[in-house]
């Protein structure tokens, strides 16, 4: 059986889905408890996170180097084992069980879903889960929109 494919992607109502360096956090500055909870919640399953070469260093912005204090959403995400697809980038990655392909996302992504036994999720990557989604990979979309 093939795994699960999530695009879990944050928004505004206006489709203003991008940190662009702004002081406002991932969370629009809008998180509360029960929201946080929610998110850590997510990623206490076993998954693979599938990221972009983009989201990815975006992430090691926000996130990294490994030695960085991190929220506890944050830090599971960090610790979950990773797929980073990119035709750019060359490791090593600093990020804690990443793997990176070099390829085109849609063959990869389909090669995942076929050989992995816990379910994917992508969190970010806009344009390679645009391409999934057109290629017919993205099994569920989770959507968030804030504020």
Known sequence: MAATYTFDIFSSLDGFGSFNG???GG????QGPEFLEHRLALYGQKQRMVFGANTYRQFMRLLGPST????????RMRNLPTTVISTTLTGPLDWPDATLVNGDAVDIVAKLKEQS?????????LSMNWALMAAGLVDRIQLTVSP
């Open 68 to 75: 960085k204090m991190l929220d506890p959403v944050n830090t």
């Open 117 to 125: 036994e816990v379910p994917l999720r992508s969190n970010g990557s």
């Open 22 to 24: 702004g002081n406002w």
């Open 27 to 30: 969370y629009w500055g809008k």
